[in-house]
C-alpha cells in the first residue's frame, strides 16, 4: 500500500498569501521539519516551513494555559477570524504588551519597515489622540504589564516627552520606547532626560547586525557608529535597555551568539530580542525562499552559538506558546547563571508565582546564599521572583534589582505564508489602532494598517 511523504498532524485555517482570503491548511511532519500545506482555488498550492524541530513543535501545545481575558472586548465576532480584529470576543489573550504608535514617521527609510514608515510618510498623532491611545489600554487592562511607544521613529515628536509625561500619569507597570538609536547617539541630554523616567522605564533599541553591509541592507545605511555611541550614553545613564534583532537567513543569523556576548557585557542591556522578519510592509530586497528563518532555528543557533544556554533554558511562554520563546538569566558579580531551567513548569501552567528550585546547581545556591537576607529559602525563591515568565519579572529582594536579570526573547510574528488562525487567537501582542480598538501586531500589518481588511470583506460578500 503506498504511503504519504509526510505525517499529517493538525488541521488549522491559514490565509493565501496573494489574496490573504483564509483557507484551509494541513501541519505535516516532513524529513524531520514541520509544514505548512495550503491550497487556494484561485492562486494554487503553497507550502512554508514552520519549524525545524518537530520535538519543540510538539511541545509547545503542552505549555497552553488558561487565558487571561481583557477587561472589556472592543469588537463583536462577525466576520470570523481574523477579519473581526479589535480586540474581539472571541480573541483568548489580553494585552501582555500594548503598542501606541505616535507617529507615521521616522529618520530612516528603511530597507525593511513592518509600518512602512519614513521621514515624509503620514503624519504626527495629537496629543490627544495619544492620551486617548493611552485610556483605551488602561481600559482594556486595568494597569497594563506593558505598554510600548512606537512609531515610526517616536522621538522625532515634536512633543516627544510630554508623550512620556502622559504616560507616566497612567497605571502603567512598565513603560517602554521603541527607538532606532540615532537621536540617542547624537544628544547625551536628551538620554539624561530620558533617566528620569527610570524605573519602571526602558528602550528597545533597534541593534540588528555589528556588519556595515547587513544594516546597509536591512536599516538602508551603516549605523554601527551610532549604535556604539547610543550604547556608550545608555551605559552611562543606566538606562535600562532591550537590544532588538530584526533576523533574516544568511543575513545575520550568524550573528546571534556574537550579539548576546556583546549584550551581556553592557551594564544597561537587560536582554535582547529576536524577531523573524514579518512579511509585511516594506521588505525591499528580501527573498522569502532564502530569508525566511523559523522560531526554532532561531532557538537552536541561540544554542548552538552560545552554549550558556541550553536547550531546556529556552521554553515556550506559555500566553503563546506558538510565537514566543524565552530564557532568563540571572547576572552576579560578573557571572551568569541561565534560570529557566530550573523553573517548575506546572506553576508556569496554573497562574500561580513561580518557584524556582537552586539546589541541583552549587555555585549559584552559593551566590544566592549570599545576597538573600536572613530568612529568605533558597529551595523557594518565590518572594524573589514574581511572575518570572511573564512579559517582565517582579524582582523582590533589597540585594538583587531589575538589571540582575537578563532576558532573551524570540518573537515570532506570522504573516500570510506562516499564518495560523488557532495560533493568532492567541497573540498578547497588541497595537492601538486609528480607530482606537485593539488590533493584534500580526493582523494589523497584514489587514488594518492600510485598511486592506475592507477589500477583502468586500471580495468575500461580507
Aim: aromatic share 10%; net charge negative; hydrophobic share 35%.
Amino acid at each position: 500500500m503506498k504511503t504519504r511523504d509526510y505525517i499529517y498532524y493538525d488541521y488549522t485555517k491559514s490565509l493565501c498569501p496573494e489574496c490573504l482570503h483564509t483557507i484551509d491548511a494541513k501541519i505535516v511532519f516532513q524529513d524531520n521539519q514541520v509544514f505548512m500545506l495550503k491550497h487556494c482555488r484561485t492562486h494554487g498550492d503553497s507550502k512554508v516551513m514552520i519549524a525545524d524541530d518537530v520535538e519543540y513543535y510538539k511541545q509547545i501545545r503542552n505549555y497552553n494555559k488558561q487565558s487571561e481575558m481583557p477587561l472589556k472586548f472592543n469588537t463583536k465576532v462577525h466576520y470570523g477570524c481574523p477579519y473581526d480584529c479589535g480586540l474581539c470576543t472571541d480573541h483568548e489573550q489580553h494585552s501582555c504588551l500594548s503598542i501606541v504608535e505616535v507617529t507615521d514617521r521616522c529618520n530612516l527609510t528603511c530597507p525593511t519597515c513592518y509600518a512602512s514608515s519614513g521621514p515624509n510618510y503620514g503624519r504626527h498623532r495629537t496629543l490627544e489622540e495619544i492620551e486617548k491611545m493611552f485610556d483605551v489600554i488602561v481600559a482594556n487592562e486595568g494597569e497594563p504589564d506593558v505598554v510600548q511607544i512606537s512609531g515610526g521613529e517616536p522621538t522625532v515628536h515634536p512633543d516627544f516627552f510630554k508623550i512620556l509625561d502622559i504616560a507616566k500619569t497612567k497605571p502603567i507597570k512598565h513603560l517602554m520606547v521603541n527607538t532606532n538609536g540615532i537621536r540617542i547617539a547624537k544628544d547625551e541630554k536628551f538620554v539624561q532626560k530620558l533617566a528620569d523616567y527610570m524605573p519602571d522605564f526602558e528602550l528597545y533599541l533597534q541593534f540588528d547586525s555589528f556588519k556595515p553591509e547587513v544594516l546597509e541592507k536591512l536599516r538602508g545605511e551603516d549605523l554601527t557608529e551610532t549604535r556604539k555611541k547610543a550604547i556608550e550614553y545608555l551605559n552611562k545613564y543606566n538606562l535600562s535597555t532591550t537590544l532588538v534583532i530584526t533576523l533574516q537567513k544568511g543575513v545575520n543569523d550568524d550573528e546571534i551568539g556574537e550579539i548576546l556576548n556583546y549584550a551581556l557585557q553592557q551594564k544597561c542591556v537587560r536582554g535582547v530580542t529576536f524577531q523573524p522578519t514579518q512579511v509585511a510592509g516594506r521588505n525591499q530586497n528580501y527573498n522569502d525562499g532564502e530569508g525566511r528563518i523559523t522560531l526554532t532555528e532561531v532557538r537552536r543557533k541561540i544554542y548552538e552559538q552560545y552554549p550558556l544556554f541550553t536547550p531546556q533554558d529556552l521554553i515556550p511562554v506559555p500566553c503563546n506558546p506558538d510565537a514566543l520563546c524565552m530564557a532568563y538569566a540571572l547576572k552576579v558579580d560578573g557571572e551568569v547563571f541561565p534560570m529557566t531551567h530550573l523553573i517548575n513548569p506546572e506553576d508556569l501552567l496554573n497562574n500561580s508565582k513561580n518557584t524556582i528550585v537552586f539546589e541541583h546547581d552549587e555555585k549559584l545556591k552559593s551566590h544566592m546564599l549570599n545576597l538573600f537576607s536572613t530568612g529568605v529559602s533558597v529551595d523557594c525563591a518565590e518572594e524573589t521572583f514574581g511572575e518570572l515568565m511573564c512579559c517582565l519579572p517582579r524582582v523582590q529582594s533589597d540585594n538583587l534589582s531589575y538589571s540582575n536579570l537578563f532576558r532573551v526573547l524570540i518573537m515570532n510574528f506570522m504573516d500570510p505564508y506562516d499564518f495560523d488562525v488557532r495560533a493568532v487567537k492567541k497573540s498578547c501582542v497588541h497595537i492601538v489602532s486609528d480607530k482606537m480598538k485593539m488590533i493584534p501586531f500580526e493582523t494589523m500589518n497584514i489587514f488594518y494598517r492600510d485598511n486592506k481588511i475592507d477589500e477583502i470583506r468586500k471580495q468575500l460578500n461580507y
